[in-house]
Antibody, heavy 117, light 111 residues
Framework: EVQLVQSGAEVKKPGESLKISCKGS????????IGWVRQMPGKGLEWMGI????????RYSPSFQGQVTISADKSISTAYLQWSSLKASDTAMYYC??????????WGQGTLVTVSS | QSALTQPPSASGSPGQSVTISCTGT?????????VSWYQQHPGKAPKLMIY???KRPSGVPDRFSGSKSGNTASLTVSGLQAEDEADYYC???????????FGTGTKVTVL
């Protein structure tokens, strides 16, 4: 069974750094693109970016380029999303997803990030 | 790259049909037959309902169907049931540099 298991909820202060994770299992981790999707409270889905763990090729949405960093460690089948300096507007649910090129095949359970002073 | 445009809401009575549109450009929806649709119930992760414009994954009822004309894709839910009440999002491939974009989302209400 394919699973994407994300790290737990986080509460952070503005200006702090954060790295959340997504561990894939049940499939060849290096053969599928892994992406990140943001959903702000009460709002829609926003595509942030993707990484191909096989060679670390990474693509970002223009809206998120320079705001976050996506990475992966194929030795432990884990992808990451990180911020160097959080803002209150980063408060959202973040989903990791596995792409089958044309569509999202699997979703993680989501990681809720709350940024508040 | 802008989000694909969907109507904020749609509704229908049980047994009726509802159609949701998803309008993009020739760089995304119109340029590729790679439109997918996702259903999201409150507090849950989204679920794939349609891929490559009109294909249904295993387990998705045939009440759900998809189509595309030009820069606009559509999702039709026939024979509406109470459990179809959810938010629906379209998504399209948009080229190798900025590969994907989501729609703005549509809340479907079963009256």
């Amino acid at each position: 069974e394919v699973q994407l298991v994300q790290s737990g909820a986080e509460v952070k202060k503005p200006g702090e750094s954060l790295k959340i994770s997504c561990k894939g299992s049940g499939y060849s981790f290096t053969s599928y693109w892994i992406g990140w999707v943001r959903q702000m409270p009460g709002k829609g889905l926003e595509w942030m970016g993707i990484i191909y763990p096989g060679d670390s090729d990474t693509r970002y949405s223009p809206s998120f380029q320079g705001q976050v960093t996506i990475s992966a460690d194929k030795s432990i089948s884990t992808a990451y999303l990180q911020w160097s300096s959080l803002k209150a507007s980063d408060t959202a649910m973040y989903y990791c997803v596995r792409y089958g090129f044309t569509m999202i095949l699997n979703w993680g359970q989501g990681t809720l990030v709350t940024v508040s002073s | 790259q802008s989000a694909l445009t969907q109507p904020p809401s749609a509704s229908g009575s049980p047994g009726q049909s509802v159609t949701i549109s998803c309008t993009g450009t020739s760089s995304d929806v119109g340029g590729y037959n790679y439109v997918s649709w996702y259903q999201q119930h409150p507090g849950k992760a989204p679920k794939l309902m349609i891929y490559e414009v009109s294909k249904r994954p295993s387990g998705v009822p045939d009440r759900f169907s998809g189509s595309k004309s030009g820069n606009t894709a559509s999702l039709t839910v026939s024979g509406l049931q109470a459990e179809d009440e959810a938010d629906y999002y379209c998504s399209s491939y948009a080229g190798s540099n900025n590969p994907y974009v989501f729609g703005t989302g549509t809340k479907v209400t079963v009256l």
